[in-house]
């Protein structure tokens, strides 16, 4: 498909719903359609609304429409010895820019590089009215009042049609190394985050349960200098590994189908979540991924009393949110944004939580 601009047909769709009073269900690759509440809508396909609009090497700023292939715009990068810092999940292949930052996940290297939502300088917005807007713009001090761009980033589209995202992009590291080292989960928290205060360059560092994995990216001195401190075994090919880790294609994950999923963020150098079930850490433990059949609400009392909060990652939901419960106060507020940028509530109802 030819890179164009389709906003006034993204518009005219809109209107059209809004005319008929018919709810969106906004998508791209559909790569993460399983992610939130279940897809409700006329389908709203943004994949012809793609291409590079900008790309400036020397500011470490890219800008593409919604619909451009997420492959792509990491191809165009790598030319250049770049990336996108936050390492956004592509599970199916078929992933767009604007779902990456509609969905607002991030992959392995996030404690030490930065989230999808910071790392957003600005966007372009089709509201509920129809009209098209932008928000914040090509540097990173570039927003007076809300800063509506990270409002929009992670709404899962409830909030409107993004038609163009900017953002910061960073060189590739000189030199990758990961090392995998038997040690139990706590005590490799603990002994990664000391590595870390110490400078040793760290992006990477997962648990398996017995392993762990440990990514060191940098200048090629700092990185020598690093593998002699941690030791353990050098992985021979590192990238494919955590690419399969990002997108879930490592065979822990392929292993208990039948469970639900839970996604459970959690502050750092937090104990274990003594769960009945399977679990796989990332971010240093900061990611923890609990295969379990516990009730929802055991799980997310567990998450609330270490400090996080736990999201129903795959799996039916039932009667549950798909996301953890909102104070009422919050909850007040998402609603009024939802209500300020959408008021007919045509955009992905429910994707966020029902009401919304």
């Known amino acids: 498909m030819t890179e164009q601009d389709d906003i006034p047909g993204l518009q005219a769709r809109v209107h059209e719903a809004l005319d008929r009073k018919r709810p969106l269900r906004i998508h791209g690759g559909d790569s993460k359609a399983f992610y939130g509440g279940a ?3 006329d389908p ?57 930052v509609a969905r607002g996940l991030s992959g392995p290297r996030r404690p030490w ?7 957003v300088l600005g966007l372009g917005l089709i509201n509920g009215r ?10 990173m001090k570039n ?44 005590s490799a928290m603990e002994q990664v985050e000391t590595w870390f205060r110490q400078g040793l360059p760290v ?31 050098a992985m021979a090919e590192p990238a494919p590994w955590w690419a399969s880790l990002r997108d ?7 292993s208990g189908d039948e469970q639900p999923l839970w996604r459970i963020a959690l502050p750092p150098i937090s104990p274990p979540l003594a769960l009945e079930g399977d679990e796989f850490h990332d971010w240093n433990g900061q990611l923890r991924w609990l295969r379990s059949s516990l009730p929802a609400h055991r799980i997310r ?43 007919q509530g045509i955009f992905n109802p429910g994707r966020l939580w029902r009401e919304l």
């Open 39 to 41: 897809p409700v809508g």
């Open 44 to 100: 709203l396909d943004v994949t012809g609304h793609r291409g590079i609009v900008n790309y400036e090497p020397t500011e470490l700023v890219l800008t593409a429409r919604a619909g451009t292939p997420l492959a792509k715009v990491e191809q165009v990068l790598a030319a250049e010895n770049q990336m996108l810092p936050f390492e956004p999940p592509d599970y199916t292949g078929t992933a767009t820019l604007g779902g990456a």
């Open 113 to 119: 590089a930065g989230c999808a939502r910071a790392l």
């Open 130 to 139: 129809g009209e098209h807007l932008r928000f914040g713009g090509q540097v």
């Open 143 to 186: 927003v007076a009042g809300y800063d509506v761009s990270r409002v929009v980033t992670g709404a899962l589209g409830t909030l409107g049609v993004i038609t163009e995202v900017s953002l910061k992009v960073l060189p590739r590291p000189e030199r990758s190394s990961t090392h995998v080292l038997e040690q139990a989960a706590v």
């Open 203 to 233: 992006t990477g560092a997962a648990h398996d349960g017995r392993f762990l994995y440990l990514r060191l990216e940098g200048t090629g001195h700092a990185v020598a200098a690093a593998e002699k401190a941690v030791g353990g075994e």
């Open 248 to 254: 879930q294609r490592l065979p822990w994950f392929a």
């Open 301 to 343: 009392e567990r998450a609330a009393a270490l400090g996080g909060h736990a999201t129903l990652f795959r799996g039916d939901p039932g009667e549950t949110e798909v996301f953890h419960p909102l104070p009422a106060a919050v909850m007040a507020l998402q609603t009024r944004l939802k209500q300020a940028f959408d008021p």
